[in-house]
């Protein structure tokens, strides 16, 4: 059982339950002690009644002492018989063998004589007034009695009690919990500035724990925005520096012997690979600041996708790399077309780059449940299972199992400014060996939904 409002919930209610039936049980064995410490008492009742059925019987005859010792057994449930010196039942009852048994033994002693039975006190006493006659019997045991159906309901009312009362202390136990859990999973996704203020004005332990994590939060998000603003600052600092030497090269080129031509060819491919670098860690730096697509509006995602993957297929072609698209067609979605666009081109190109000559990227748009989903497959090597969750990170590469098939070695930014542009969406982008070989990356886009104030 996975919930912990549910595991407090039973384990107070199994508790208050014990105590219940505990103290119900303890409260039925000192009042059976009680009861049986009361024999003497029994007994001298006992005999009261018999000195009457025998008075009856004598007066009246056997009709009438029959018929007190019903009204005895049906007013206050006492079965009684009546013995002679001898030992016969008088009054031509069935006599049970546990009533013969105490018979006995009170005729051994020559006095009274008691047991219990299947919880009831059984008694023999002789009769004072009729010497020789014995009145033998079996009194009610009214705690039992009275204990049956009444005491069962009153014991259901308290465990029901008990489990309404462990629920609510459950509950309110739980809350707190479960507010911080809701505000951190905000703060993992993207919310930098969430914040548990409710949980931190307590001042028990779950207060303490509030605080501690909005601290921690707080530091991160410092941390987070700094690196940022650095990356960013670097980024676009560097874009002057890089301009102006694209431009010093374009000019030396005029006047450089035919034979450097090549190495001058050589740094410019890798000025303009320098230049996607600092563009890509612009447009990463650009999304991580926001929280929501800034230029939200409904377009054809089925035409989008379709231009990425015609895109594709044209860039793939020179290198005998091709791209099929199965689009479900009319499908529209409420989003920033640019973002979407370099999400999916991302992935398209990240597929190329490692498609075997002569593979083919399968990219495919379609509903499934409540979301849009975008499927990016390639036939290249994979990817190491245990790398899966982090092809996604900033710069994480995975050289070794997976080898770039296409001169253009990207920056490793691609899968990230996806993953992130699908995050301002609402969706999320996960990736998966497939069984036949190859990387397929999904996106998840959710539903339409009304923008929020």
Not at 165 to 173: E, F, G, K, M, Y
Not at 274 to 292: F, T
Not at 397 to 420: N, W
Not at 421 to 436: K, W
Request: aromatic letters at 6%; glycine letters at 10%; charged letters at 30%.
């Amino acid at each position: 059982m996975r919930s912990y409002t549910l595991k407090l919930f039973w384990w107070f209610w199994l508790t208050a339950a014990v105590a219940v039936v505990a103290s119900h049980m303890i409260g039925k064995l000192a009042e059976e002690e009680q009861f049986r410490n009361r024999g003497e008492t029994m007994r001298e009742i006992a005999a009261l009644y018999g000195e009457k059925a025998s008075s009856t019987l004598a007066r009246n005859g056997r009709e009438a002492a029959l018929d007190y010792i019903a009204g005895l057994q049906r007013t206050i449930r006492i079965t009684g018989y009546l013995f002679d010196d001898d030992g016969k039942e008088m009054l031509g009852q069935p006599v049970p063998d546990y009533i013969h048994a105490i018979l006995d033994e009170a005729r051994k002693k020559n006095g009274p004589a008691s047991t219990f039975e299947r919880g009831r006190p059984v008694f023999a006493v002789p009769l004072e007034s009729f010497p020789g006659h014995y009145f033998a019997g079996a009194l009610p045991n009214l705690f039992r009695e009275k204990s049956s159906a009444a005491t069962l309901y009153r014991l259901l009312a308290a465990v029901f009690a008990a489990a309404l009362l462990s629920w609510i202390l459950a509950v309110r136990l739980t809350r707190p919990l479960k507010g911080l859990g809701k505000t951190m999973r905000k703060f993992a996704a993207g919310s930098l500035d969430a914040r548990e203020e409710r949980a931190a004005r307590r001042k028990d332990d779950i207060g303490t724990l509030a605080r501690d994590f909005n601290a921690m939060a707080a530091r991160i998000e410092e941390l987070l925005k700094g690196q940022r603003r650095l990356l960013a600052d670097v980024s676009h600092e560097l874009r002057s520096p890089l301009t102006r030497l694209g431009v010093a090269l374009e000019l030396a080129r005029r006047h450089i012997p035919e034979e450097a031509a090549g190495e001058y060819e050589r740094m410019e491919n890798e000025l303009a690979r320098m230049n996607a670098l600092i563009g890509s860690l612009l447009q990463l730096s650009r999304l991580d600041a926001l929280d929501r697509p800034e230029n939200r509006q409904t377009m054809d995602l089925s035409a989008l996708v379709g231009e990425i993957a015609e895109d594709g297929d044209f860039e793939g072609a020179p290198h005998g790399r091709g791209v099929s698209a199965d689009i479900l067609t009319g499908v529209s979605y409420s989003g920033d077309p640019a973002l979407l666009r370099s999400a999916v081109e991302n992935l398209v190109r990240n597929a190329l780059r490692y498609s075997p000559e002569g593979g083919t990227v399968d990219v495919s748009l379609s509903r499934q449940g409540g979301a849009v989903r975008i499927l990016v497959e390639d036939r290249g090597p994979g990817v190491p299972d245990e790398e899966l969750e982090h092809i996604f990170t900033p710069f994480h590469r995975v050289e070794q199992a997976r080898e770039r098939t296409l001169p253009d070695e990207g920056c490793g930014l691609g899968l990230a400014i996806a993953g992130r542009a699908a995050a301002l969406h609402g969706g999320t982008v996960t990736a998966r060996n497939r069984p036949e070989g190859g990387l397929a990356v999904e996106i998840l886009l959710p539903e339409d939904r009304p923008e929020k104030d």
